[in-house]
């Protein structure tokens, strides 16, 4: 069964529209003989970094150059129908990606087809690079819930620390002393001994490096799942919200999702986090610059180099030989579970509900208030709502129509 689409009230744009294809796509037209099961069709699929887009073609031949259109099939999501160079030709959007369907005596090449309609994909764009600012700028877009991938990059790092820095506290399997030894049997040889030093060490060093990680990757989780918070709490926003919301800093998106009294203890666990930030994440993540000063040497003369935060420097990570030792790892864990604590119980925990069970959130005024509704009706509400979002995805993502 095929379906049409309405013309463009602005006949004249339609018209010009149509023409600048239509130079793109010579030879295609919009032909196609009735009766012919596409099945029945020759099929390819072009390398898929060529139409990252599927979804354009669509759009370009069924809104703008009218082809026939056919919805959703058998593990198919859309079909358009036309032809080229006078033999039948179909774009199908399948399961296992887009495929481009032709008679099986067709005479054109694949390259053809695939440079035109490429060609013409990238003025589709031009077209519509305003309306996507327009559709971001009024929040009618979706963000898709990478809280998942994020936060298992966080524990990912965070375990392997953990076990780098036991492993510093626990001796090197060494070899047994030799009989002949004379050594007393209350001291190490220096060869062992330094076999020690070393493993600790290379153990220590390690843990460091995987704690630098392991921030790095905490907060990159942290402002994703900041975003999704903004959209579940369901509270609406207005023209421009959502894009001065992304160009906050994570501390002020926190301020929003997590609004709270002075004297609440957030503050003191917030406060924790942002001395993480100032004196652990950003000299690691910005060239080892430190914003007190810390990573600047004045030279005082005829006495040395003094860091230009004098005894401040004390809080560097650089104070130390090892610059992140399992104290600072265990200190950041600490904080960070108490974070994790803030944004997932309490008067956030249903809000939550919505990031751990992925749902990709909405940020148009009519998904807000779902959001907003299910939160207020209870726990139950909002099962039921990721429990029927769930099904629908499932049901798209595999074509099950």
């Not at 390690?206 to 990757?217: P, S, W």
């Not at 666990?269 to 990573?295: A, C, M, Q, T, Y």
Request: aromatic fraction near 12%; include cysteine.
């Amino acid at each position: 069964m095929t379906k049409s689409v309405n013309s463009d009230p602005n006949a004249e744009a339609l018209h010009k529209l149509r023409k600048r294809l239509g130079k793109k796509l010579a030879g295609f037209s919009s032909d196609f003989p009735a009766g012919l099961d596409s099945w029945d069709m020759e099929s390819f699929r072009p390398p898929a970094r060529l139409f990252p887009v599927p979804e354009l073609v669509l759009f370009a031949f069924r809104n703008i150059m009218g082809w026939r259109w056919s919805g959703h099939g058998e593990k198919v999501r859309w079909t358009v129908y036309g032809s080229v160079l006078g033999k039948p030709v179909a774009f199908e959007l399948r399961k296992f990606g887009f495929t481009i369907l032709l008679a099986k005596d067709h005479e054109v090449s694949h390259d053809r087809i695939v440079g035109q309609v490429g060609a013409a994909m990238r003025q589709i764009e031009d077209l519509l690079a305003p309306f996507a600012a327009e559709q971001a700028n009024s929040g009618n877009v979706l963000i898709v819930n990478r809280f998942g991938e994020f936060e298992s990059r966080y524990r990912y790092f965070r375990s392997k620390a953990k076990k780098a820095f036991a492993r510093a506290d626990k001796p090197p399997k060494l070899p047994k002393a030799s009989k002949g030894n004379k050594e007393s049997a209350s001291r190490l040889p220096v060869g062992m001994l330094a076999a020690v030093l070393n493993h600790a060490h290379a153990a220590q060093s390690e843990g460091y490096y995987l704690t630098t990680a392991m921030i790095e990757a905490y907060f990159s989780a942290l402002e994703h799942r900041l975003i999704l918070l903004r959209a579940f709490n369901g509270q609406p926003l207005e023209a421009g919200g959502l894009l001065a919301f992304l160009a906050k800093s994570w501390d002020d998106k926190l301020k929003v999702v997590l609004p709270f009294e002075d004297n609440h203890p957030a503050g003191v666990i917030l406060g924790k986090l942002r001395r993480i930030k100032e004196r652990l994440r950003n000299p690691f993540s910005h060239g080892g610059v430190e914003n007190d000063g810390g990573s600047l040497f004045f030279h005082l003369p005829g006495v040395g180099a003094i860091p230009a935060n004098f005894s401040g420097f004390a809080d560097s990570p650089r104070f130390s030989f090892i610059p992140i030792e399992v104290e600072s790892f265990d200190k950041c864990c600490v904080v960070f579970d108490a974070v994790h604590d803030l944004l997932s119980t309490g008067s956030l925990e249903l809000t939550h509900r919505f990031v751990d069970a992925g749902v990709d959130p909405s940020f148009d005024p009519d998904t807000l208030s779902e959001y907003a509704a299910a939160r207020a009706k209870g726990d139950q509400a909002v099962e039921e709502w990721i429990e029927r979002w769930g099904r629908d995805w499932t049901t798209h993502a595999n074509m099950d129509y």
